[in-house]
């Protein structure tokens, strides 16, 4: 029952925040988000599972009861956690934790409703990365967007209402076209009697479905392949269904941002994990050259786009594109290394983009504007601050030592020498130059932004950023050390997570 | 002597359309309303023309049910059909038009 | 001796937390992070020594250890089940005097900075002592790196620090862009290594430097037993890697076309340009190739192309120095030309050559720096050598080291750097003998010294002779000790370095005295000097010009006699009271000189002028084609929305129509399905 | 337990005990005329209802209606079976009386100061009762009646603001519509009764083989009854009345119709489709499956509907065209069936239609409060209310996402089980994959303006210049409840999925 007592306790902690008085919301915030960072932490090292949790694995914290009978079929409330789903998990609430405290600044009303919200999407993410039946998970899942939507709406900048319901109808008309796919492929496995994910991933991978109304089984299993594909294709984002990404990005108050890079976006890349990597092995390498064409296009094209812009949050909006497309060649290439390092890299982008918008967010505290063009020498004002942005800016550009590197160096490792992706040592090589631009464009930025002679188009007298706007980046940057200096921390539990994957298919 | 059912129905059919045309054509709502009487008598006819034919005479003791529903779906009729004349001074049925897209 | 082993890992750790040290609590500290610098480079320098010692008194040889397993997983490649990658130290005889090299030239530097950083005022020179200890951290790490993914780190570590400590006046608009350009620069040679590490972990399932589980031993076995590597057969695979690997090189060790960063790198304080042009970052790239020199050995052809772009870049730099009137820049180019003839000297297979210019380089180089650090001092921060003149008699100390190391640079015998340089292309002539491509790039190298002479000596006559020529040089700011100890000891060893390897006396005299090569000959199996010898006799045959000895003279001569009519024509040019500018002479070559052969140009232009315009294209055609395609559908929808709501007219007899007309239409389809009307 | 005691007709009470709720009213009424002792009526109407909706699901409970083979007390047939309450009567039931007293609470305030309290709640009630019945009525004739008393008093309350145009414009349209179609309906009801010669619907049933050449007659009648069922449910064609009635009529009035007078519509649409004319027989004589009709109007319905609400600015006008779009999503219930099964797709259907009654009356309600305020009907006369009425705009805005399917609330299940019903019926029909996609569109389009009114209240600037605002208790309660019964619904769906796949399962077979 831990897992429902860590969605309790988070449940609980967003109410009592939204009726909470406005004055004490943020500090009271942060002190209910600490219960769930501990208990994470705590199930971090008291885990106990083994392989993958749709696999027959062991899963650590498992609980199960029926909850809905739906005719034949069974919707049960299935909870547990994997090597897969645990580093997410404790993503997930440290981040929010610190995201929290990052936004004490920032936010100067109606605080006791967005720390509420931003409590009651942290649930519904831990909901996300621990429910293992199909329609519980799908309730988190589509749960994230009421908060996301009133967080970019209420708190977010000129453009928010645009931006608002762009995020809302794009991303939940994606999870329909998944949804129903879904659902298709669940009355197309003859067998099948519940939701349960690893019923039905069982069921795949012994003979896959029989067919659905005139579609054979294999030709059934392509198409509801390719749909759920399209549907996650939208959360993760890759091109070119990534639009909405930076218009939310840019509009949302800063901590929305850090929560939506660091863990949304991660809800699309676990997702495709879950789904289309683990139950469809056939197809994954029957499309695997498509697929690790849009992952290197969006590599590339992203990070030409973050080239051009001349917000600073634009500019790491794009860069999650091209992060996220690092993601799916890993998935594609189907090793151990590649689908490990996809999913270390899901950490460490969320950690290290977060740690971005955090920076960031502290300047434009400060000064008010993020255009690269209205501002330069802040490292003059606020040296801390910078120092920790150019950290980050490095980190994202996958310096050794921290995390990014060893997510980027893990995926193209397994990339290159993937046996299931033909061409993959050309398709690797092309992504990889990526780390050339990102080091360009986030280079350019730094030098117009926090280097030269002081200088600020706004007229606000720039100071020291306080203690609580610059100790959740340090603690990051931590974070970001050590898993870089240290991956094996998590990356051990992630490959037993991935191996039995594996398996089916690909050759580790 | 017993005349073909088929008469009947094309009789109903008939009155049926006469009532059907009025609806679509006239715009004072006491002439609508009278068109749709004529609609439902021309159900009657042929459930008692289908009652006689069927030898059963669950068709009549219908008919009269829905004689009855029809007077009282009048009287509300004309019930609004007078507020209708005390708040546009008229009892066109096309002259009401606040509410509409 | 071996016990002394165990305190390796300190060597790199020491600078580490001088780093930490001076970040966490430089402002309060005395020197603002300064002595902590100093004890720590001090004690990894002692350690190095004491490395040495073991090296050389141990009967292994070398010390080679795993300290931690980084990452281990199965390996998805050509060759090997799982895989490993490690965290670990190796120390043979290369790395040992890499260290000491290293350490040695960390600690003068810092000494220096007490004087040329702390005197001046500067402010936040914690950070500057940070960066300090963060690049001495990274070098030596990277030196004693066992493998190559943890060299690649460390390499990548270098370039971050290069990039802080050539920014460090952030304030200036010039220092952060050069920073940026000196960081992309190599980032796009590391690209190409990393794509090189990546293959090599994935084709050989290791990524170890020596020992029988090196990927050179698998590389070996590999082309021996003649079999496919992705697609290609072994020996082009590992000539395909190998390239890629010196990508890197070629971008951390400036050489051509990659070099343009180094002179803009002068942006960062002397002292900066003298760690990262004697000691560390350019020194990194050449001492790969040293490290992993037995895989290049593998592929004639990767030498090759290694030896040829070294002697290209060697006289492509010295052209470009000649003109320069910044002493800075004039040193800059010298120090691309010499890591050319490093390149130069593996790409030969002179293997032991190659070291040892890279070990005389780090001291005379080292050296030059130092010493134009004090004459900028001497000049309150003047650096235009037509401003300079007379500075002989005023500032003695500095004035002797610093022709110690321009005689060194300039290859004049008996100083150490001839003895490298000439050995270097002794071993390039014997080879072109047979092979006309590396006959060319000896040409090259050869014609580089003349050059080379020239523009060291036209350096030492501008600023120390002749009369002064302006009010600074009058009256210099005087320099103090913690300037004259490292110029003092720097312009010794500059001046015996040379005794390492006699090579060219033992050839002529047959006497034992070629130190260095014994000391290279030892080490772990497959990495030695001897081991290199006879792999590259598979690759090279060497031929001479009449007998060794003649060939020795012939290329001494040459050499000798070119660096000294270089150093002549220097001295009848600038050597007078008044030396005015000769650049008219040039002609019309001179402008494409003086402009570095526009290859600033064509970089910049690549970036900017290229893949900007691109981006911003994209950029153009993601807001109009794919964003407006989502818009679109939306303002369609709308639209439609506005359309479909006008059916309800409110007039009540159309929807009596509309519903007659709908049930009709209804009626006619389950109608005509159905067969009603029949 | 006392269910043994109780004979037959009293399984009939929740209706029964609404026309007594209707004819205690009279009775006051006709004690003190013109009496404005709001709590007593409004009382009364609530207590009545909420009774009516304590014995229908105690009823449920204790298995009333349940077939006794699936260990329930058997489903009880009155007057020859011209009336059956089975399950499925008992729960539109529930619905409708869920429905009834939220919208009795909620008239507590809204008419407040009108002239004719007593007139207005009985015919609420009369109305209410007439739904009921239509939930148990088992013979065209029963349905027919049934259907008239829920009508007429719902013209007259509509139109029951006498001196407000808009009222008696909406209540005009209402009637007329209303008189065309129960004119079709009855023709209707005249050619089944012609081509089969009963009235009754398992003697309808039985009788099919009797239509033989007939067969396009009763084709005909067939859609005439759908005719009728399209207008009650709101559905196109036969939805023209819908916007301008909501629109115009008070808005609790709007609640109730466009909650428990659709779900009756749908109660006897299904009754009607799987007693009188199941599938393959119907088939056989007609010579098309019915279900296409169904599946056309669903797509035009909920299209339709959606598109139309997409650029309202009238909020009230938004939801009535949102509730037709339901209508199509809900009409997907009689879609889907297939010869064999679709219980789920129709069970579905019926779980929307309860959840909806909690939703949308909800949403309507809010209307009623913002009327109540004064402080106006559009979109922008909303901005900014959740600064003066936080807990209010908070349930609206569970409203509106419950509305639009978006957990964790009860309208994602029905939503959702809706959408997964359709996909399993495409194995037996795969045009019904056609409806699965337009619902997908038109979520999509929903949720367009779902968020919009969210945004209204709770991202605008709030209208500069308004001052604070009551809290009446009537309003504030049954909006409340609403509120709760919707997100409560989502962790307790169990039960309520297990109520209607049994009914739905029992209807089919």
């Known amino acids: 029952m831990m897992i429902e007592a860590l969605l309790a306790v988070t449940l609980v902690g967003a109410l009592v925040t939204f009726v909470a008085p406005n004055r004490i919301a943020g500090k009271l915030a942060f002190g209910i988000s600490l219960i769930p960072a501990a208990l994470s932490l705590w199930m971090f090292t008291a885990f106990d599972g083994s392989g993958n949790a749709l696999l027959d694995g062991e899963l650590a914290f498992e609980s199960q009861f029926e909850w809905i009978q739906l005719g034949d079929y069974t919707i049960s409330w299935l909870v547990g956690l994997d090597g897969i789903s645990l580093p997410l998990v404790v993503l997930t609430t440290v981040l929010t934790s610190l995201a929290i405290m990052s936004s004490w600044t920032p936010i100067d009303e109606r605080e006791s409703q967005f720390y509420g919200l931003v409590l009651f999407i942290e649930a519904n993410l831990i909901g996300v990365f621990t429910a293992l039946d199909f329609f519980v998970w799908f309730i988190f899942w589509e749960a994230v967007l009421i908060p996301m939507y009133l967080l970019i709406g209420v708190w977010g900048g000129p453009r928010r209402k645009y931006a608002a319901i762009k995020f809302f109808v794009y991303t939940n008309v994606a999870s329909l076209l998944m949804f129903g796919a879904f659902i298709t492929l669940v009355f197309g496995l003859g067998d099948v009697t519940s939701f349960a994910l690893p019923e039905i991933a069982t069921a795949m991978l012994e003979g896959g479905p029989d067919g659905f109304a005139g579609l054979g089984g294999s030709a059934l299993a392509s198409v509801v392949f390719v749909a759920m594909f399209l549907g996650f294709a939208v959360k993760v984002p890759v091109v070119p269904f990534h639009t909405w990404l930076p218009d939310a990005h840019v509009e949302a108050p800063t901590p929305a941002s850090v929560l939506l890079a660091g863990v949304l976006l991660k809800m699309g890349t676990y997702a495709l994990l879950r789904f289309n990597f683990t139950m469809f092995p056939e197809q994954v390498e029957a499309y695997a050259i498509p697929i690790a064409a849009i992952a290197v296009i969006s590599v590339i094209y992203g990070a030409m786009l973050a080239l051009a812009q001349t917000d600073l949050k634009r500019i790491v909006a794009y860069s999650s594109v091209s992060s996220m497309g690092y993601v799916i060649l890993g998935l594609v290439a189907y090793t151990q290394f590649g689908v490990g390092g996809a999913t270390f890299q899901m950490v460490s982008h969320g950690l290290i983009s977060g740690l971005m918008f955090m920076a960031v967010g502290v300047i434009y505290n400060a000064t008010h504007t993020r255009m690269v063009t209205d501002m330069s020498g802040m490292a003059d004002r606020m040296p801390v601050a910078v120092g920790i942005l150019v950290a980050g800016a490095f980190g994202y550009m996958g310096l050794p030592l921290m995390s990014g590197f060893f997510g980027e160096f893990a995926i193209f490792f397994g990339a290159f020498g993937s046996g299931l992706l033909a061409y993959s040592q050309l398709f690797t090589s092309l992504a990889m130059f990526g780390i050339v631009i990102v080091a360009g464009y986030l280079l350019f930025a730094l030098q117009r932004t926090v280097f030269g002679p002081y200088h600020l188009e706004t007229d606000y007298d720039v100071g020291r950023a306080p203690l609580h706007d610059v100790a959740p980046m340090f603690v990051l940057l931590g974070i970001i050390i050590a898993l870089g200096v240290a991956p094996e921390l998590i990356f051990d539990m992630i490959t037993d997570a991935v191996d039995p994957i594996l398996e089916n298919g690909g050759d580790a | 002597m017993n005349v073909p059912i088929e008469y009947f129905v094309l009789l109903s059919m008939a009155l049926f359309s006469i009532g059907l045309f009025g609806i679509l054509t006239r715009r004072n709502a006491l002439m609508f309303l009278m068109s749709v009487e004529i609609m439902v008598n021309a159900a009657n006819i042929n459930l008692i023309a289908f009652a006689l034919y069927h030898g059963n005479l669950t068709g009549q003791v219908f008919a009269l049910f829905v004689m009855a529903l029809a007077a009282a779906e009048v009287a509300i009729g004309l019930g609004i059909i007078l507020v209708l004349y005390r708040n546009f001074r008229d009892v066109d049925v096309t002259v009401p038009t606040t509410m509409r897209w | 001796m071996e016990g002394l082993f165990d305190y390796a890992p300190a060597i790199a750790l020491f600078p580490l937390a001088a780093f930490v040290i001076a970040l966490a609590f430089g402002p309060k500290l005395p020197k603002k992070g300064a002595i902590p610098g100093i004890v720590a480079t001090a004690g990894s320098l002692a350690l190095s020594l004491a490395m040495v010692a073991a090296v050389a008194g141990g ?27 490690t965290f670990g130290i190796l120390i043979d005889p290369l790395a040992a005097l890499m260290l000491v090299i290293v350490s040695l030239i960390a600690f003068l530097v810092h000494v220096f900075s007490l004087e040329y950083m702390n005197a001046e005022g500067e402010t936040g020179l914690p950070r500057y002592y940070a960066g300090l200890g963060l690049f001495t951290f990274s070098m030596l790490a990277f030196v004693y790196a066992d493998n190559l993914l943890m060299a690649f780190m460390f390499f990548e570590l270098v370039g971050l620090c290069s990039f802080l400590l050539i920014g460090f006046w952030f304030r200036t608009r010039s220092a952060p862009s050069a920073a940026k350009k000196a960081f992309l620069v190599t980032r796009f040679g590391d690209y190409f290594f990393l794509i090189g590490v990546v293959a090599i972990a994935a084709t050989f399932g290791t990524l170890q ?65 003298a760690l990262i042009h004697a000691a560390t970052m350019v020194a990194a790239g050449v001492y790969l190739v040293a490290r992993m020199f037995g895989y290049y050995a593998l592929s004639p052809t990767a030498l090759a192309i290694i030896a040829f772009v070294g002697g290209f870049t060697a006289l492509f730099a010295a052209t470009m120095g000649v003109v320069k009137d910044d002493i800075k820049q004039v040193l800059a180019y010298s120090t691309i030309s010499q890591y050319g003839y490093m390149m130069l000297g593996l790409g030969v297979g002179g293997y032991v050559a190659g070291v040892f210019h890279l070990m005389n380089h780090a001291f005379f180089k080292a050296l030059l720096f130092l010493g134009a650090g004090a004459v900028i001092i001497l000049m309150h921060h003047e650096q235009d050598m037509w401003k300079m003149g007379g500075l002989k008699n005023k500032a003695p100390v500095t004035y002797y080291t610093f022709l110690a190391g321009a005689l060194a640079l300039a290859g004049i015998i008996p100083f150490s750097g001839f003895w ?58 005087p320099v103090g000790w913690a300037v004259k100890f490292p110029l003092i000891a720097l312009g010794v060893l500059a001046v015996v370095a040379g005794v390492a390897n006699l090579a060219p006396v033992a050839k002529l005299t047959g006497l034992e005295i070629e130190f260095l090569n014994e000391w290279l000959s030892s080490g772990v199996e497959g990495t030695t000097y001897v081991a290199y010898t006879d792999a590259l006799a598979a690759v090279y045959d060497t031929g001479y010009i009449g007998t060794e000895s003649t060939t020795v003279l012939i290329a001494a001569g040459l050499s000798l006699l070119l660096a000294f009519s270089g150093a002549g024509l220097a001295w009848k040019l600038y050597n007078v009271p008044e030396p005015v500018a000769h650049k008219e002479r040039l002609g019309s070559v001179r402008e494409t000189i003086e402009s570095n052969y526009y290859q600033d140009e064509y970089q910049v232009w690549l970036a900017e002028g290229l893949t900007l315009p691109l981006a911003r294209a994209a950029d153009r055609f993601d807001q109009t084609v794919i964003d407006g395609t989502v818009n679109g559908v939306s303002s369609v929808s709308l639209f439609g929305s506005d359309r479909v709501k006008r059916i309800q007219t409110g007039i009540v007899t159309n929807y009596a129509a509309l519903i007659v007309t709908g049930f009709i239409a209804l009626v006619i389809v389950l109608g005509v399905l159905g067969g009603w009307f029949l | 337990m006392a269910v043994f005691e109780l004979p037959d007709w009293a399984a009939l009470a929740p209706a029964l005990i609404l026309v007594a709720t209707a004819l205690a009213l009279f009775v006051i009424d006709s004690i003190n005329p013109h009496t404005k002792n709001r709590s007593l009526l409004a009382g009364t109407t609530a207590v009545g209802s909420l009774a009516a909706l304590g014995v229908a699901v105690w009823f449920m409970v204790a298995g009333v209606g349940t077939p006794t083979a699936a260990g329930g007390r058997g489903v009880v047939e009155l007057f020859g079976g011209q009336l059956v309450v089975d399950q499925m009567a008992l729960f539109f039931m529930t619905v409708v009386s869920v429905v009834t007293a939220l919208v009795a609470v909620a008239s507590y305030d809204y008419m407040g100061d009108h002239a004719y309290q007593a007139e207005y709640y009985s015919l609420m009630m009369l109305a209410a009762t007439g739904m009921a019945t239509m939930a148990a009525a088992n013979s065209l004739v029963t349905i027919f009646i049934a259907l008239e008393l829920a009508s007429l008093p719902s013209y007259a309350l509509v139109s029951i603001l006498k001196d407000n145009r808009g009222s008696v414009e909406g209540g005009l349209k209402y009637f007329l519509i209303g008189a065309l179609s129960s004119a079709i309906f009855v023709y209707g009801i005249s050619l089944v009764y012609g081509a089969t010669g009963h009235l009754q619907l398992e003697a309808i049933a039985d009788n099919l083989q009797g239509a033989g050449e007939y067969g396009g007659l009763l084709g005909l009648g067939i859609l005439m009854l759908i005719g009728g069922f399209a207008f009650k449910t709101a559905s196109v064609p036969f939805h023209f009345w819908a916007p301008d009635a909501y629109e115009g009529a008070p808005a609790p009035v709007a609640a109730f119709l466009s909650s428990a007078s659709k779900a009756a519509g749908f109660v006897i649409a299904f009754r009607v489709f799987t007693t009188a004319f199941p599938l393959e027989p119907t088939t056989a004589v007609i010579g098309v499956d019915w279900t296409l009709a169904f599946i056309i109007l669903a797509i035009v319905t909920m299209t339709l509907g959606n598109f139309a609400a997409a650029t309202q600015d009238n909020v009230k006008r938004m939801l009535a065209y949102s509730s037709i779009g339901h209508a199509g999503y809900a009409l997907i219930g009689l879609a889907g069936l297939s010869a064999d099964g679709g219980e789920i797709v129709m069970g579905a259907a019926m779980m929307h239609l309860l959840v909806y009654g909690f939703m949308n009356t909800g949403a309507f309600l809010f209307v009623a409060l913002a009327e109540y305020w004064g402080v106006g009907r559009t979109f922008e006369d909303y901005n900014g209310l959740s600064n003066q009425a936080p807990v209010a705009c908070f349930a609206l805005g569970i409203f509106m996402f419950s ?16 959408f997964t019903g359709a996909i399993q019926a495409a194995t037996a029909n795969s045009a019904m994959l056609i409806v699965a996609a337009a619902l997908v569109v038109n979520s999509a389009i929903s949720l367009y303006y779902y968020a919009r009114l969210v945004k209204a209240v709770w991202i605008e600037d709030p209208v500069s210049g308004r001052d604070t605002l009551a809290q009446p208790t009537g309003l504030y309660a049954a909006i409340i409840f609403a509120a709760v019964l919707t997100v409560v619904a989502l962790p307790v769906f169990g039960p309520i999925a297990d109520a209607a796949l049994e009914a739905a399962t029992v209807a089919i077979s």
């Open chain 4, 403 to 418: 509305l639009a399917g978006i957990p964790p609330l009860g309208g994602f299940w029905s939503k959702y089980f809706l």
């Open chain 3, 209 to 273: 430097f020596a020992g029988d589980d090196s990927f050179v031993a698998a590389a070996e076995a590999a082309i021996d037993d003649g079999g496919q590597l992705f697609g290609f057969d072994a020996e082009t695979w590992v000539t395909i890697t190998g390239l890629l690997v010196l990508g890197g090189v070629i971008g951390k060790s400036a050489q051509f076309p990659l070099h343009t960063w180094l002179p803009d790198a002068m942006e960062g304080p002397t002292t900066v340009s």
């Open chain 3, 59 to 85: 009967e292994e040889g070398y010390y080679h250890t795993t300290l931690f397993t980084w990452a281990a997983g199965d390996a998805a490649g050509e060759v090997g089940e799982g895989i490993e990658f």
């Open chain 3, 420 to 477: 490298s340089k000439d050995e270097i292309l002794y071993d390039a002539l014997i080879v072109g003998t047979e092979q006309p491509l590396i006959m060319a790039a000896y040409a090259m190298g050869l014609l580089a010294v003349f050059f080379t002479g020239f523009y060291t000596f036209r350096m030492v006559f501008l600023t120390f002779h002749g009369e002064p020529r302006s009010d600074v040089a009058e009256d210099p700011h």
